[in-house]
């Protein structure tokens, strides 16, 4: 059964589309029969139709993988049934996904970086007004996540 994920932050052109991108990239090479559907959405509809933060695409680029497609959206109700999981960012987005939520929503709600060990925190946190390094810690949070993520749904 194919495993469907949905990826939350508050703008969708930062942290969530490099967690989508980077779960696509890391599935494709290192669990390719694992059936995975993907997307990203954000809790706030300031750049809704947007393409990632230039400075998202580019840190992705570094690492190889390419963001530059995806288009901001906001969540809806329906991301409740539509996808098994729905994972934000950090608590703020995590409190805020409830007010989308229908009453008989029955996904996974939760943060992203629950299924990683040893990290010091279990948040994504906001690079936006951060600096390149802000945007590299997106990245390295995102793949530990995104492997941890795999792991257990593989297992
Ligand atoms: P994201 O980052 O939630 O990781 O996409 C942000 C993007 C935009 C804003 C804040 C955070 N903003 O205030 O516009």
Same mark, same amino acid.
């Given at each position: 059964?194919?495993?469907?994920?949905?990826?939350?932050?508050?703008?969708?052109?930062? *942290?969530? #589309?490099?967690?989508?991108?980077?779960?696509?990239?890391?599935? =494709?090479?290192?669990?390719? *029969? +694992?059936?995975?559907? %993907?997307?990203? !959405?954000?809790? !706030?509809?300031?750049? %809704?139709? &947007?393409?990632?933060?230039? @400075?998202?695409?580019?840190?992705?680029? /570094?690492?190889?993988?390419?963001?530059?497609?995806? /288009?901001? @959206?906001?969540?809806?109700? $329906?991301?409740?049934?539509?996808?098994?999981?729905?994972?934000?960012?950090?608590?703020?987005?995590?409190? &805020?996904?409830?007010?989308? $939520? #229908? #009453?008989? =929503?029955?996904?996974?709600?939760?943060?992203?970086?629950?299924? =990683?060990?040893?990290?010091?925190?279990?948040? %994504?946190?906001? #690079?936006?007004?951060?600096?390149?390094?802000?945007?590299?810690?997106?990245?390295?949070?995102?793949?530990?996540?995104?492997?941890?993520?795999? @792991?257990? +749904?593989? =297992?």
């Amino acid at each position: 059964m194919t495993n469907r994920i949905l990826f939350v932050c508050l703008g969708n052109i930062c *942290r969530s #589309p490099t967690a989508e991108g980077v779960l696509r990239a890391v599935a =494709a090479s290192e669990f390719p *029969r +694992l059936p995975l559907y %993907v997307d990203s !959405a954000g809790t !706030a509809n300031y750049h %809704v139709g &947007e393409p990632p933060d230039r @400075r998202t695409i580019a840190a992705a680029r /570094r690492r190889g993988y390419d963001l530059a497609a995806l /288009r901001a @959206r906001q969540i809806a109700p $329906a991301d409740f049934s539509g996808f098994d999981y729905l994972l934000a960012m950090d608590r703020a987005n995590l409190d &805020e996904l409830a007010r989308f $939520a #229908p #009453p008989d =929503a029955r996904a996974h709600v939760g943060l992203f970086l629950e299924f =990683a060990r040893g990290l010091e925190s279990d948040e %994504v946190p906001d #690079p936006y007004y951060g600096g390149t390094e802000d945007f590299e810690r997106v990245l390295d949070l995102c793949e530990t996540g995104a492997r941890a993520l795999l @792991r257990r +749904l593989s =297992a």
